[in-house]
């Protein structure tokens, strides 16, 4: 994930920190509590360098997302931003059989980039019946709006969100600097919990704005960006951690948890850091990756 990127040797010299929660949270985030469900994955399946720390010795290519099916219980699903094939996410949905593994397709670039959210009714209903066809392993949908949609065309943003069912497992990740501003940023997640809609929260080192700590939905999703396993991408998942110990009574009902860094080698130890300590620190039962103790080292 390029957006936010920054050098290697520049990481030293930023500050990382989480903000308090935005009111709009707090409004979410009632006191109920329902112990949430916690989705932990990557941005893809078919890295050749996690043969050996995570599948199994030998595993062909074609058989990666067999493989990765075994590890994790979630995954982004960014090939659907490029190409909606039915026939895949019907094949996705196969592999993935009985078991409780949610796919988390990203909405088409013919929406989100092409047609820029105008005029795309006929577009979102096909999306929608396209990935409905993942049937119960259908987690949450993302929908990326570009860097240079800003808050000018807000109101493509209120007709998109109105095409949706209210509270369909939809978030929207924005990127224009302009959206983080307020009175805007107030309006438009506003707009987004009237509809149950969510707002994606994106954790990467040159736009803090980005992470803005607004929930607008009970579902959390957060894509973190990690830095090559530097000592301040696993600071800030431990206090990633500590948040989510503190919101996990208050009315979130589900996380997921996406990790992405330049190498993607490097991906699966933020994952297993997660996890062993999500499970730790909330009695979650996800499933430790078990890497080789020397795969944290670069």
């Not at 010299?13 to 109920?32: A, C, M, Q, V, Y």
């Not at 941005?43 to 990666?64: A, H, M, N, S």
Request: proline share 5%.
């Amino acid at each position: 994930m390029k957006f936010g990127h920054v050098n290697q040797e520049e990481i030293d010299t930023l500050t990382f920190t989480l903000p308090e929660d935005h009111k709009i949270s707090r409004e979410i985030l009632n006191g109920i509590d329902y112990k949430p469900s916690f989705f932990v994955g990557c941005g893809k399946w078919g890295i050749p360098e996690w043969v050996g720390p995570l599948y199994p010795e030998g595993t062909r290519q074609k058989d990666f997302l067999s493989a990765y099916l075994t590890k994790f219980n979630s995954i982004e699903l960014n090939g659907t931003f490029y190409r909606l094939s039915r026939s895949s996410i019907e094949s996705w949905a196969e592999q993935a059989g009985a078991s409780d593994f949610l796919y988390c397709p990203k909405w088409s670039q013919r929406i989100s980039h092409f047609k820029r959210l105008s005029d795309v009714e006929e577009n979102t209903n096909y999306f929608m019946e396209s990935v409905a066809l993942l049937g119960k392993n259908l987690g949450a949908t993302f929908l990326t709006l570009p860097p240079n949609f800003g808050p000018k065309y807000i109101d493509r943003v209120f007709e998109f969100i109105r095409l949706l069912p209210k509270n369909y497992p939809a978030l929207l990740e924005f990127r224009h600097q302009d959206w983080f501003i307020e009175p805007v940023f107030s309006e438009v997640m506003s707009a987004l919990k009237e509809r149950g809609i969510g707002a994606v929260i994106t954790d990467v080192a040159l736009r803090r704005d980005a992470l803005h700590m607004c929930l607008t939905s009970p579902t959390l999703f957060v894509r973190f960006n990690g830095y090559g396993l530097h000592p301040s991408d696993f600071k800030r998942l431990d206090d990633w951690i500590d948040r989510l110990v503190t919101w996990s009574d208050k009315g979130l009902k589900k996380v997921f948890f996406f990790m992405h860094q330049e190498n993607e080698a490097h991906t699966i130890a933020l994952c297993d850091y997660f996890i062993k300590n999500i499970n730790k620190k909330l009695s979650t039962n996800l499933l430790p990756l078990d890497l080789p103790s020397d795969y944290y080292k670069v």
